[in-house]
T-cell receptor
Framework: GQQLNQSPQSMFIQEGEDVSMNCTSSSIFNTWLWYKQDPGEGPVLLIALYKAGELTSNGRLTAQFGITRKDSFLNISASIPSDVGIYFC????????FGTGTRLQVFP | NAGVTQTPKFQVLKTGQSMTLQCAQD?????MYWYRQDPGMGLRLIYY???????DKGEVPNGYNVSRLNKREFSLRLESAAPSQTSVYFC????????????????FGPGTRLTVL
């Protein structure tokens, strides 16, 4: 089945560092979403993007809907220990397709 | 307001055993979904229910059946469990089924971790 390519697969960073991750697809999407999954929990929506080129922030998180509609980016600034988890992108055209996830580890 | 609840949280089965995973939502949502999550593969849709009384196959439906018991509840059944069904199963719900250019946020339950020996 179709899946999105998400990179990096995992990141190990120091508290206070900025983080960037991205998602690419061979198909275009009308909506891009970014979810976070805490250990032992289900994914929770962080940011939703609805227009090509759109840049949206949610606190220290900023996400962009790529101009080609085939990619999206998530940045986290000044990381803190509670940012630990798995971040998933998801794209939607007729159905929702999830990326493979980026596992983020933050060291104090 | 519990959101989406799932039972059980953990389950171990032997190959060939059957079981039903339960899901309920208290947000009066019309649409419900079952996903499985495997390492390095993200979430894959097993079945979904656009509204009470309807169910449809998702990306990976083989080996599963579902029942939309009422508006609140959507169960997933494994008739004869196989080791390949070892996974974490998530139920989700949304106000309506997103299609085309519209999106409705999906709210996820905490998951059921299933191991089939």
């Amino acid at each position: 089945g179709q899946q999105l390519n998400q990179s990096p697969q995992s990141m190990f960073i120091q508290e206070g560092e900025d983080v960037s991750m991205n998602c690419t697809s061979s198909s275009i999407f009308n909506t891009w979403l970014w979810y976070k999954q805490d250990p032992g929990e289900g994914p929770v929506l962080l940011i939703a993007l609805y227009k090509a080129g759109e840049l949206t922030s949610n606190g220290r998180l900023t996400a962009q809907f790529g101009i080609t509609r085939k990619d999206s980016f998530l940045n986290i600034s000044a990381s803190i220990p509670s940012d630990v988890g798995i971040y998933f992108c998801a794209g939607q055209l007729h159905k929702l397709i999830f990326g493979t996830g980026t596992r983020l580890q933050v060291f104090p | 307001n519990a959101g989406v609840t799932q039972t059980p949280k953990f389950q171990v089965l032997k190959t060939g055993q059957s079981m039903t995973l339960q899901c309920a939502q208290d947000m009066n949502h019309n649409s419900m979904y079952w996903y499985r999550q495997d390492p390095g593969m993200g979430l894959r849709l097993i079945y979904y229910s656009a509204s009470e009384g309807t169910t449809d196959k998702g990306e990976v439906p083989n080996g599963y059946n579902v029942s939309r018991l009422n508006k609140r509840e959507f169960s997933l059944r494994l008739e004869s469990a196989a080791p390949s069904q070892t996974s974490v199963y998530f139920c989700a719900s949304s106000e309506i089924l997103a299609s085309g250019s519209s999106y409705n946020e999906q709210f996820f339950g905490p998951g059921t971790r299933l191991t089939v020996l």
